[in-house]
């Protein structure tokens, strides 16, 4: 059974930094893409980033280009998202994910992936 396990989240202030990781298991994942997505209080679920694990594609939502950078260290199956210039809308749970797809088209739709981790909370404070 695949397992993704989020740490990382906490309490940061604004303009802060904050890098949060997502190990995973369980399986061979040289077929799959790895996202990360966030849920803010009464909001849906949205999509941050995403990388292939192959590395060489990825993906970010507009709201978090030029602030948040990821990675995956295949040595420790291991998915980074490393985030500058924290802003109060960061504050979310955020979710690692992982999707098995041949596709190199990195998806942003949460109902494409097909495991899921329990989350980890960031809070930004002014």
């Known amino acids: 059974q695949v397992q993704l396990v989020e740490s990382g989240g906490g309490l940061v202030q604004a303009g802060g930094s904050r890098r949060l990781s997502c190990a995973a298991s369980?399986?061979?994942?040289?077929?799959?893409?790895i996202g990360w997505f966030r849920q803010a209080p009464g909001k849906e679920r949205e999509f941050v980033s995403a990388?292939?694990?192959?590395?060489?594609?990825?993906r970010y939502t507009d709201s978090v280009k030029g602030r948040f950078t990821i990675s995956r260290d295949g040595a420790k199956n291991t998915v980074y998202l490393q985030m500058n210039s924290l802003k109060l809308e960061d504050t979310a749970v955020y979710y690692c994910?992982?999707?098995?797809?041949?596709?190199?088209?990195?998806?942003?739709?949460?109902?494409?992936?097909?495991?899921w981790g329990q989350g980890t909370q960031v809070t930004v404070s002014s």
């Open positions: 369980g399986r061979t994942f040289s077929n799959s893409h």
């Open positions: 990388v292939t694990w192959s590395g060489g594609s990825t």
């Open positions: 994910a992982a999707r098995r797809t041949f596709s190199s088209r990195i998806s942003g739709v949460a109902a494409d992936y097909d495991y």
